[in-house]
């Protein structure tokens, strides 16, 4: 017994686990009709009708205990009857039925059915008025009470939460009935009987809306990745086959399964997107829909970063230097690199190009510029590096014009002779023709006159500008010419005109430039100065004044 008892509260809370929408009660009421069948000859069956409610009270989405309270009246049928069979009196056939037990109904969806198995008594006096007729009671009671059991069911359309229309119900409906004043009489009634009307519902929890929640993976992409949308429903019946629609904001969506959608973002700008999904049952008229939306992130994609370095700050004509980029991308994207020059050959590629200095860039810079370009988004970033290409410069050739000898005139081996006269004339006039430029006067000594007398070199190159300027018919200008003491060769002057521009290659000016205010020069007509006899003997003349040693010759 006690397990019994145990699998019947079992049941019953599995039944009511999870119910959903359920009335806690319902009470249908409305018309109803017996087809009687007395069992008792030569009265075979007739009709009472009447009318009653119910109350199922339910604990479950199925299981319930209901209560069913019906009265009836007899028609015209047993009347007639007992009129045929000769009863002359009143005919009373009212009938009551108190019935009760567990009803299994579904509660879902507009047709809801439901069976039923109730179990309690039946009033009536129809028995004593039929016993009457047979004349086998002459006295006692007209009424009679006897055991009634229902077993049957019916179909229910819910109009509403709380109302619902009840067309049919049928029962087969056992009664039991004993006329105590006729002996050994018990007979069992098997009748028919049909319920219908209207039902009102009250209690239960509202239906739990349906719903539905989505998922993006991953949350951020670069444009081009795919990323992969999950929806997943929430409340619907799991009986059911539900339908998913998709809708978004970017990109192009492919479904990939029932429940997931794909999105291609090839193309996407940076920015926010979502997607969407539509999930429906079709089966349901109300309730059956649900959305949710899922967000997804275009990241914003950095250009690479760059730099560029060159091998060498200057390179000469003819030479290269090496350009170097230093190249990195922030989202590990592979790079491609490309490059432009201003000037001269380039040659290389990838992060490393060489440059090689052509005529055309001399005096100026070659500016290599490199670009590193991502695979992916197209960004680029550029850098520069630039090589010094100097300027040619152009060497000036030192050019010999000739010399002036001065071993004619032992007392004045300073001045200026006739011959050399000739020679400057037409040395001034080539200097006139030659606009641009100067003329170094070198005078030299021989060994002898470097030891007696040391500046005579220099009081030489400083008579012949002496006479170039100011004594000479072609007169040139002074800063156009500068005397130098020269080395030890001999008793000359060497003349070499310098043009204007660079000396280069090594070159020299010969000797050292003259102080011209410690050697004062001397016109090739002044006197020669007087001289001193030593010892009755004459000596050869001298320079007017004894100038200092003049430095060494460079």
């Known amino acids: 017994m006690k397990t019994v008892i145990l699998l019947s509260l079992t049941l019953i809370l599995a039944l009511s686990a999870g119910a959903q929408d359920v009335p806690k009660v319902e009470i249908p009421v409305g018309f109803s009709f017996i087809n009687v069948h007395p069992n008792l000859d030569p009265i075979t069956s007739f009709n009472v009708f009447g009318g009653g409610g119910q109350v199922d009270f339910n604990f479950g989405n199925y299981f319930g205990i209901k209560a069913d309270f ?19 009196g009143a005919a009373n056939g009212n009938v009551f039925t108190y ?63 709380h109302f619902a229309i009840r067309p049919v119900e049928v029962d087969y409906l056992l009664t039991r009935f004993t006329a105590n004043h006729v002996a050994n009489y018990t007979a069992n ?11 009102f519902m009250f209690g239960g929890a509202p239906p739990i809306p349906v719903a539905a929640s989505c998922s993006a993976s991953p949350g951020e992409v ?10 997943t429903g929430a409340n619907f019946n799991p009986k059911h086959t539900l339908t998913y629609a998709w809708t978004g904001t ?12 794909t999105v291609d973002t090839t193309g996407l700008a940076p920015g926010s997107y979502s997607v969407s999904a539509t999930i429906t049952d079709p089966k349901e008229k109300k309730n059956n829909t649900a959305t949710c939306s899922a967000n997804f992130t275009i990241k914003q994609p950095q250009p690479p970063v760059v730099s560029c370095s060159a091998s060498t700050t200057t390179t000469a004509i003819g030479e290269s230097a090496t350009i170097t980029m230093t190249a990195s991308d922030p989202q590990g994207w592979p790079l491609t690199y490309s490059w432009t020059n201003s000037g001269g050959t380039m040659s290389g590629s990838g992060t490393s190009v060489t440059v090689t200095a052509t005529n055309a860039d001399a005096g100026n ?8 370009t991502d695979a992916r988004a197209n960004l680029t970033a550029s850098c520069s590096a630039s090589v010094n290409v100097p300027a040619v410069q152009k060497c000036t050739v030192i050019e010999d014009w000739g010399e002036c000898t001065f071993e004619k005139n032992p007392k004045k081996p300073w001045r200026v002779d006739n011959d050399c006269k000739d020679t400057l004339d037409k040395l001034s006039l080539r200097l006139q023709q030659m606009p ?23 009081q030489r190159s400083v008579n012949v500008k002496y006479y170039l300027t100011t004594d000479g018919p072609n007169k040139v200008d002074a800063s156009r010419v500068a005397p130098r003491q020269g080395s030890t060769k001999g008793q000359a002057t060497h003349f070499y005109f310098v043009p204007e521009g660079n000396l280069c290659g090594g070159q020299l000016e010969e000797g050292t430039v003259v102080d011209e205010t410690a050697v004062q020069p001397q016109s090739r007509n002044a006197p020669a100065p007087a001289t001193k006899r030593h010892h009755k003997a004459k000596a050869a003349d001298a320079p007017p004044a004894a100038p200092p040693a003049a430095p060494p010759a460079q």
Do not use: C
Not at 222 to 231: C, E, F, M, R
Not at 365 to 372: P, R, Y
């Open 70 to 88: 019906m009265g009836y009246t007899q028609g015209s049928g047993l009347r007639n009857q007992l009129a045929k069979d000769g009863f002359v």
């Open 436 to 458: 641009n430029g100067k003329l170094d006067i070198v005078g030299y000594t021989n060994e002898e006159e470097s030891v007696n007398v040391q500046q005579l070199g220099s």
């Open 250 to 261: 970017g990109g192009k969506l492919s479904s990939n399964s029932t429940q997931g959608a």
């Open 365 to 372: 810079s070659i500016t290599a510029t490199g670009t590193a």
């Open 99 to 161: 019935m009760f037990g567990p009803q299994v109904k579904k509660h879902t969806g507009v047709f809801q059915p439901f069976g039923e198995a109730l179990f309690g008594a039946a009033h009536t006096n129809a028995y004593a008025t039929i016993l009457t007729d047979e004349g086998k009671i002459l006295s006692g009671s007209g009424d009679n009470n006897g055991f009634a059991m229902a077993l049957g069911g019916g179909i229910d359309l819910r109009v509403s939460r």
């Open 189 to 199: 009634q098997n009748n028919f009987r049909y319920f219908g009307g209207l039902e």
């Open 222 to 231: 670069w444009s081009g990745d795919p990323v992969t949308v999950n929806s």
